[in-house]
């Protein structure tokens, strides 16, 4: 489950500040001034990178090692590394919402969502695998050229390949895997249509909360409906997906072992 991962670069910009003024005096003032504001600049971003270290290194202890067996799911066994970068997913969430992943309470729960993350995937695919769900050489082509899209050209795409440490073959193999996963559950979950009803109940409440109700200020409800209908067909879609594992999981042997 290792996965293609765009380095995230951290920039920490530092403020130049030029002073000058009408005699030797003020010019000596603003010089001060601006060594002052210099070395407390620099101090709060040498404190920014300890804090970011010591963050790292928090994260870094809940990973396992990579060939620890983590869970066994129907005879499969769950490693360490797929738990790792499930793990890191998570931990990157919570900070963009401003949480800190590494909390006695956010850790406990990051674990338990990674865990039956991880499971919920490997029930899906053995069901995939079980009703003989498979990816055509056409469509893992396909999809890699979207892949190697993103990246510009070829060069960035392979200096990719490399930092991610993974080779063509298995990167095939992922995307012929995210393919039979995509069909497995376009064609087996099935939600029912979007009503009208409901896209007008998602907008009423969108423009309540927003304090502005169908006014002129706020787009029309026919302007904004394909997306309403879009976003309300996924949240079906992932209410269902759940609920499909769960009853998987009434019929499944499951070991946690962490």
């Known amino acids: 489950m290792k996965k293609l991962l765009t380095t995230l670069l951290l920039a920490l910009l530092t403020i130049g500040l030029a002073a000058c003024g009408s005699n030797e005096e003020s010019q000596k003032q603003a010089e001060d001034k601006a060594k002052t504001e210099e070395k407390s600049d620099g101090q709060a971003q040498e404190e920014q990178a300890k804090q970011m270290e010591e963050m790292q290194k928090k994260m870094d202890e809940q990973k396992v090692e990579k060939d620890k067996i983590v869970a066994i799911v129907n005879d499969e066994k769950i490693k360490g590394e797929d738990f790792n970068n499930v793990l890191t997913q998570s931990q990157m969430q919570y900070q963009q919402m401003g949480q800190d992943p590494t909390s006695k309470e956010a850790a406990k729960k990051i674990k338990e969502q990674t ?17 003989g769900y498979k990816a055509s050489e056409d469509e893992i082509n396909k999809q890699l050229e979207e892949v190697k899209k993103q990246y510009g050209d070829e060069k960035k795409f392979e200096d990719a390949m490399k930092k991610a440490g993974f080779t063509m073959d298995e990167l095939k193999t992922q995307i012929a895997e ?24 998602f907008y009423d409440q969108y423009a309540s909360q927003q304090g502005q109700g169908e006014s002129k ?28 594992v769960e009853n998987l999981k009434k019929n499944a042997k499951v070991d946690v072992k962490i």
Do not use: C, R, W
Request: hydrophobic letters at 30%.
């Open 115 to 131: 865990i039956d993350s991880l499971v919920g995937q490997t029930l899906l695919m053995q069901q995939a695998d079980e009703k």
């Open 178 to 201: 995210n393919i039979k996963y995509t069909n497995y559950v376009e064609k087996e979950i099935k939600v029912e249509e979007v009503s009208e009803e409901e896209m007008k109940k």
């Open 217 to 244: 200020d706020a787009p029309k409800f026919e302007e904004v409906k394909p997306q309403i209908k879009t976003q309300l067909e996924q949240q079906k879609k992932q209410e269902k997906l759940v609920q499909h």
